[in-house]
């Protein structure tokens, strides 16, 4: 024992932490989504080196998978060794540079998050806008690119904080095209769950995260970019301002040359590969008419119970049902229940809707019948017992 | 099936994509090391939510875990969402402001990644000069100080890429702090593994990765910063420039508020805390000594073969053998053959060791006699078939 640490006064005795024990949960709130016992398995496989040849495989199928999954035949896709919002700044970050002007929504949460990651890359602002709670006009959108002719246009495709699914994508990038502007999609809660079609709709970068509609552990995330949003990141003039996160160094292990640049996440990459298989074996349109049809019971049976939908039916996101919470309802008494008595994780208004929302996923995995029963159920109990019976 | 996608070339059919089945390695190499059997079971548990009550204890459980292990009492001791160059990345992007001179070592590969990405971070970068494969000399260091008079000085404890520890540590922060500095110190190949006091030795930042001596899969690291160094992150005029390694706002995830920033990988939480129970186990003191020890042998056995080693005796780094490759001898050949013929992994040399070096590493769960017979008896095997024969 160290007599200078005694004088310092650490503790040399190891803490006693014991065995891990969660909570068995079932997880329908905003993400983590229920992992797949194949994921959880893959998981659990012991590791190769980040720079072995039978990885290097695996990256291949990794990447051959991701592009079917997002609808695209773009080389540079790849997950990002983080979560969805390393994915999401390894996007704005390379993307945008200095003297570039980024037009964000200020419909949801994440155009907010869109906007502090664009101004630390040295980006201008500026805003295009709608309520909370309803997708991006074009006529606004139009306007909004007439007055100030951004170089990037970045919106959400399905955002998280108020269940809206944004339509007409192929309408907003054709505004941003004719005006030479890029256009990032988050497509955080949409890729795997929802219609997704990055080529066919004009989507020149997507970011996502694993643990929604993919129901894979968060860890690496899907980055995809098209040629022309590639060559903006290979012609820049000054270096993106994260050396992780840099798109022109991630090429280089990748791309071709395969040669290091950081240990990636090996074992979220299996994670992911595992995950990816159930899309591929699924198949992608039948997995997108799963989440509609099972989060479609979900949503009459909330209705059923006397609650009403945050979103208009035309902008409903079946990975994301968005519930007003009822007068008198306290809806953190709710979610404690939920998760005490049933261990049910759903979740709370974000931002703007707090309080004023439940928010309940139906992702991937747990987009199951068993899972709708299970949340219904317990919802109505909870109900109750706050003297609310629809 | 749609007729746009057939007209754009995408591939409808699902790739197919078999099983995951990577080849069973010995991974002796710079990193991953061996996981322990108990970390990959852990990293199969079911996910909670990153905002789970079972999973802030888990959070408070894997902080205390990595303040024995870093050998600090440092309330800021957090697992960073990405893999070793992420927490790397944390520390310099946070400690770093525009206007701000960094000091960084010429001695190895990662002093010129923290060039980078102090770079980026919008600093002047400074150099104390020590050749490959030696480390820095605290006069030098006295002389660089007194030249530049750096606000942030960054060096390696642990040189991944030439095989030395960085003896002195003590030295070298106290010259930083009499010149006012903060002192960031490289430990991803010594925590866990090598002796590593930060807060006895006056380190004011350490950051490490997972995947080495705590024999962790990659994708969550270890970063501790002092209250000196918070203050400094706390009171920036601007906001470092990556949203996803803000440590002000992690501050708020990991800190009282337990507030929603990013989605934390919870697998990688999961697994390098039992990683870190691992550790506790054994005692971090003897887990120094048990590396000492097992890679002593290796070192002793490394030499009978008639190899030399690259770093000096005072300078050797148990963790990390850098080892000559001898005159005749052909590295890749040696490196392909152990893969091949024996499943096993050691790395060539970086930078400007590439090709005068192989790189052998003895950590966590890799540093075992069974994996030392194993690696000498195929090294021996690979240099016979060379014609060498010490």
């Known amino acids: 024992m160290s007599n200078r640490h005694a004088e310092l006064g650490i503790d040399e005795r190891p803490p006693e932490v014991g065995e891990l024990t969660p909570p068995d949960r079932t997880l329908m709130g905003p993400g983590p989504s229920d992992v797949h016992p194949r994921v959880l398995r893959a998981m659990s496989t012991p590791l190769v080196g980040h720079l072995d040849p039978s990885f290097v495989e695996i990256m291949d199928e990794v990447q051959e998978l991701l592009r079917y999954t997002f609808r695209t035949d773009n080389k540079w896709t790849i997950p990002v060794s983080g979560t969805g919002s390393a994915s999401m700044e390894a996007a704005i970050g390379n993307l945008v540079e200095p003297g570039d002007t980024m037009l964000v929504p200020t419909n949801g949460y994440f155009g907010g998050r869109m906007k502090s990651m664009a101004e630390r890359a040295g980006g201008e602002v500026v805003e295009v806008s709608a309520p909370w709670g309803e997708p991006l006009d074009p006529v606004d959108l139009e306007r909004a690119f007439a007055e100030h002719q951004p170089d990037v246009f970045g919106f959400v495709h399905a955002e998280t904080s108020t269940g809206v699914l944004q339509p007409n994508v192929p309408e907003l990038t054709d505004i941003a095209h004719d005006h030479d502007a890029l256009v990032i999609a988050d ?163 974000l931002g703007a809707l707090e309080g004023d929302i439940w928010r309940i996923g139906c992702m991937g995995y747990s987009a199951r019948p068993k899972n709708v029963e299970y949340v219904l159920a317990a919802l109505e109990d909870a109900l109750a017992r706050q003297g609310f019976d629809g």
């Open 187 to 349: 497509c955080v809660t949409s890729l795997g769950g929802v219609e997704l079609r990055v080529d066919e709709w004009g989507v020149d970068v997507a970011y996502s995260g694993p643990q929604k509609c993919l129901s894979c552990p968060p860890g690496a995330s899907p980055l995809t970019l098209n040629d022309r949003a590639m060559d903006k990141v290979l012609d820049r003039e000054e270096r993106p301002r994260s050396w992780y996160l840099d798109l022109s160094l991630l090429e280089g292990y990748w791309g071709d040359d395969r040669s290091y640049h950081h240990t990636a996440p090996i074992t979220n990459v299996y994670a992911l590969r595992e995950a990816l298989r159930l899309v591929a074996e699924e198949g992608i349109e039948e997995r997108w008419a799963r989440h509609r049809r099972v989060a479609g019971d979900l949503k009459a049976g909330l209705q059923d119970l006397g609650l009403e939908m945050n979103a208009p039916d035309e902008y409903w996101l079946p990975s994301l049902n968005a519930v007003r919470v009822p007068d008198g309802v306290d809806d953190g008494a709710v979610i404690d229940r939920l998760l005490d008595e049933y261990d049910l994780e759903i979740a709370s208004g």
